[in-house]
């Protein structure tokens, strides 16, 4: 199926607000455009093929010489380049947004024959070469004559040869009729409309695409904001445990971060995923939600809606990222086009900054940069405050002369074990530690907010100090 | 008596998280026990090999390191015939924060960088330090022909 055809097909049937598809890069009326541009240069005898056979004659001298590659730009033919204009300049305001500020207008040059204002190229038709020489003698070229542009094809032929500036040798040199050598050159313009047109609606379309990027950032922001006001309110210790979604929200946001939807931090795989790995990653953090049941356990019924809200900002969150991803391959696929038709290489040299910022700039990353560190962190995660050790929560936590902290019955068998080393930094301060180094204030702490894993903690503890009491048949005992 | 939380969530991570090139998984029987493999590092002489080695977890771990062996033979200065292991941080320098995923990792890094001045190996590291490039091809030789994939 034609790529315009699919483009507008999941622009239509991917669930896009209608103001995000009236944003998006209009494929349709750029590939029209492009139409416009390519009758434009045929009727100057400019059209594709030309060009390309203008072009390929000139790399071949290139190699056929083998000189030292000259990539000046004068070395070409022609030039087709942009140029940055900035729109403010007339109010002397330079300091407005870039959204509308510089634009770039493109120019199409032509290298001519500095004195004689003769295009220098053989495979123009006469025409078109008397239409550029009246160019460049319009453009200020005031002093040159106007030769007469013979037809001979034979000495047409020749004239693409005879325009690379690296020399040859005589007898080939003597039989092209003159003058190209080291000749100073001149780029004439060669006026175009349809061009600019183009040029202008993609630009007109990329800024639309970033205003849109921006708001969408404010109003995801601000979301953001307000659910983090939600989950606070809803997992809030001091209400009571019987009162509170700490634990149903600690085990979300746990099953989120395992999902990694956006992004990876697996030594495997790292980095954004692109919106199809989000999606399926999406899909499955839900089913995960579904299959714990943890929708039935909510105790507050504000939760639920939290959980909603969560959800959808994701879901939001997908869109944008898919919304960028189509419209960066619209983006590619007509600038491909325009160049398939007009041979003028603009994937190379339109200006990177005005595409690069609405295409690759991610709002959606932003808004998970938020998440992680706004949202998150209002339920304090388990893993923040494991023994080393042990693995399981370090209560109670003995903070050591080094300040890392272990949970006291850890601290219990490296004493017993006269071992002196902190695991982490191997300081000598394990023995020296006792009662006074319990951390009254983290003790306080993770009885509020982790009051189940304290308490299943504790429990631990006690049976494993009668353990070391009674022996090992201590269990068996409680067991009966 | 019952796995200690911390032996499983180590598994349980082995499994959810493979570390590039190693694989350890526990024998069914016994949680303990682990089959180990590890790719040869790339740029050295065991480069395209998959050594075999075995883990075990006693009881007093983590306060004492896993006991590691290498099941495949190796030529390495720092690895001896029966498939033991020079590594100060399985012996002196273990600490219980230590985990079976950052001790198979020094291990691999150990293949990467052979050290001679700290045999095990004492021939081996003999002829390492005489000659290095025929260890190094015999190192290569070795890998061939007892550490090729299946
Ligand atoms: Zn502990
Ligand atoms: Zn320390």
């Known amino acids: 199926m034609k790529f315009a055809h699919l483009y507008q097909e999941s622009l239509q049937k991917d669930g896009f607000p209608p103001d995000w598809v009236a944003s998006a890069i209009s494929y349709r009326q750029l ?11 045929s009727s100057m005898g400019l059209d594709a093929d030309t060009l390309n056979l203008l072009l390929k004659s000139v790399e071949e001298q290139h190699t056929k010489h083998d000189a030292q590659v000259d990539e000046e730009e004068d070395e070409k033919p022609f030039r087709y380049q942009f140029r940055s204009q900035d ?6 305001d330079k300091e407005q947004g870039t959204s509308n500020g510089a634009r770039f207008l493109p120019k199409l040059l032509f290298a001519v024959d500095e004195e004689t204002g003769e ?13 550029f020489h009246v160019l460049a003698l319009s453009q200020q070229l005031t002093d040159v004559r106007i030769l007469d542009i013979t037809d001979d094809p034979a000495r047409r032929s020749s004239f693409v040869g005879s325009f690379d500036s690296a020399t040859s040798d005589m007898s080939d040199a003597e039989k092209r009729p003159h003058r190209r050598h080291s000749r100073p050159v001149r780029m004439v313009e060669v006026p175009l409309t349809s061009d600019s047109e183009f040029f202008g609606m993609l630009q007109d379309q990329l800024s639309g695409l970033a205003k849109l990027q921006a708001e969408q950032n404010v109003k995801m922001e601000s979301e953001v904001k307000e659910l983090g006001q939600l989950v606070t309110k809803v997992t809030d210790p001091s209400q009571g445990k019987k009162k509170n979604d700490l634990a149903q929200w600690r085990k979300i946001f746990e099953l989120y971060l395992e999902s990694r939807v ?33 929708l039935t356990k909510f105790k507050k019924p504000e939760s639920k809606e939290a959980l909603d809200r969560f959800i959808s900002l994701n879901l939001e969150i997908l869109q944008n990222l898919r ?40 709002v959606a990353k932003a808004i998970c940069y938020q998440l992680s560190t706004e949202l998150l962190p209002i339920v304090p995660a388990l893993d923040d405050y ?14 050591l002369l080094c300040n890392h902290i272990f949970c006291i019955r850890c601290l219990v068998i490296m004493q017993r074990a006269r071992e002196n080393h902190c695991p982490l930094c191997r300081g000598e301060v ?17 009885k509020k907010w982790f009051p189940k894993e304290v308490r299943s903690k504790q429990h631990e503890n006690e049976r494993a100090a009668a353990r070391d009491e009674f022996g090992e048949n201590y269990d068996k005992c409680v067991l009966m | 008596m019952a796995l200690p939380k911390r032996i499983i969530k180590e598994t349980e991570r082995l499994m959810a998280e493979p570390v590039p090139g190693i694989s350890a998984v526990p024998h069914e029987d016994n949680l303990r026990y682990f089959d180990v493999k590890i790719h040869g590092p790339s740029q050295s002489p065991y480069e395209g090999g998959v050594f075999k080695l075995e883990l075990f977890l006693p009881d007093d771990y983590p306060m004492t390191p896993p006991k590691i062996r290498f099941l495949t033979k190796i030529y390495h200065p720092n690895i001896d015939k029966l498939g033991r292991i020079c590594l100060d941080v399985l012996k002196s320098n273990w600490s219980p924060a230590l985990q079976i995923r950052t001790i198979l990792l020094s291990i691999q890094a150990l293949l990467g ?38």
Not at chain 1, 119 to 131: C, F, G
Not at chain 1, 337 to 357: C, E, M, Q, Y
């Open chain 1, 87 to 92: 729109l403010n300049n007339e109010n002397g």
């Open chain 2, 113 to 150: 960088a052979p050290n001679p001045d700290d045999p095990l190996a004492n021939d081996v590291a003999q002829d390492w330090k005489t000659d290095e490039k025929a260890a190094i091809q015999t190192a290569r030789d070795w890998t061939s022909k007892y550490a090729a994939p299946e």
């Open chain 1, 386 to 399: 494991l023994c080393p050790v042990c693995f399981s929560i370090s209560y109670k936590p003995i903070r």
């Open chain 1, 323 to 362: 919304f960028q991803d189509i419209n960066r391959l619209a983006m590619a696929k007509i600038l491909k086009k325009f160049d398939k038709r007009t041979a003028l290489g603009v994937k190379k040299t339109f200006p990177s900054t005005i595409h690069t910022s609405p295409l690759t700039t991610s």
């Open chain 1, 430 to 446: 394990v023995m020296q530690a006792d009662s006074r180094n319990l951390d009254q204030d983290l003790i306080e702490y993770m």
């Open chain 1, 119 to 131: 295009p220098l190229d053989a495979s123009l038709t006469p025409e078109t070469k008397r239409e």
């Open chain 1, 31 to 41: 590939k029209k455009c492009i139409k416009r541009v390519e009758t434009e240069l």
């Open chain 1, 262 to 294: 956006f992004f990876s931090t697996n030594e495997q795989d790292h980095g954004a995923h692109d919106s199809e790995k989000a999606e399926k990653n999406l899909r499955r953090f839900s089913e995960e939600l579904e299959n714990q049941k943890l």
